[in-house]
């Protein structure tokens, strides 16, 4: 199985700060990387797609990047709406393995 | 407007079986893949099982394999897990998801439905 390794587990930032979360797989995946947002008590919401595609009604503060093992998630000029748990997908090999989460708080 | 709606959990005893529905509207639900993700309290995300567009292919991780059965009813629009001998580790919220175009990633996720392994 591939394991998806994510840092940090737990970050915390103030309004208007650039956050970046990183996530690592055990092999390569070829981009097929997604990340989801969980808000608390809420079920998860696809944010990017293969990597670097955003999803329809995400604001554009949210951006991915990677390749290879290596991938990250950039939010840029937090919001008080982004405190929230990150997870990174693969969907290149089954089973498709998501990271531990990244919880997101405010500073 | 996608829904996803889940219902059927609940407490059940260790070794019981347990099945839950999903009820899918707001889009053509046959032409879809579809699936099942849980996540234990305070946990992280682990995906259970996903089903093909006709039902004739079905994909199970090795946690959950010969113990879970997915199947749907596309005339119903409707999405089915069935858990047999289940264990205190299956406890989780159990989210149906949607798989877009066949591609292995979630773009859809109902609001769950919680189901609790326990004596």
């Known amino acids: 199985d591939i394991q998806m390794t994510q840092s940090p587990a737990s970050l915390s930032a103030s309004l208007g700060e650039t956050v970046t979360i990183e996530c690592l797989a055990s092999?390569?995946?070829?981009?097929?990387l997604a990340w989801y947002q969980q808000k608390p008590g809420k079920s998860p919401q696809l944010l990017i797609y293969?990597?670097?595609s955003l999803n329809d009604g995400v604001p554009s503060r949210f951006s991915g990047s990677g390749s290879g093992t290596q991938y990250s998630l950039k939010i840029n000029s937090l919001q008080s709406e982004d405190v929230s748990i990150y997870f990174c997908?693969?969907?290149?090999?089954?089973?498709?393995?998501f990271g531990g989460g990244t919880k997101l708080e405010l500073k | 407007e996608v829904q996803l709606v889940e219902s059927g959990g609940g407490l059940v005893q260790p070794g019981r079986s347990l099945k839950l529905s999903c009820a899918a509207s707001?889009?053509?639900?046959?032409?879809?893949?579809m699936a099942w993700v849980r996540q234990a309290p305070k946990k992280g995300l682990e995906w259970v099982a996903t089903?093909?567009?006709?039902?004739?292919?079905?994909y199970y991780p090795d946690s959950v394999k010969g113990r879970f059965t997915i199947s749907r009813d596309n005339a119903k629009s409707s999405l089915y897990l069935q858990m047999n001998s289940l264990k205190s580790e299956d406890t989780a919220t159990y989210y149906c998801?949607?798989?877009?175009?066949?591609?292995?990633?979630?773009?859809?996720w109902g609001p769950g439905t919680m189901v609790t392994v326990s004596s």
């Open positions: 092999e390569d995946i070829y981009s097929n």
């Open positions: 293969y990597a670097n």
């Open positions: 707001g889009f053509t639900f046959s032409n879809y893949y």
């Open positions: 998801a949607r798989h877009p175009d066949r591609w292995w990633y979630f773009d859809f």
């Open positions: 089903i093909s567009t006709s039902g004739s292919r079905t």
């Open positions: 997908q693969q969907n290149y090999d089954s089973p498709w393995t």
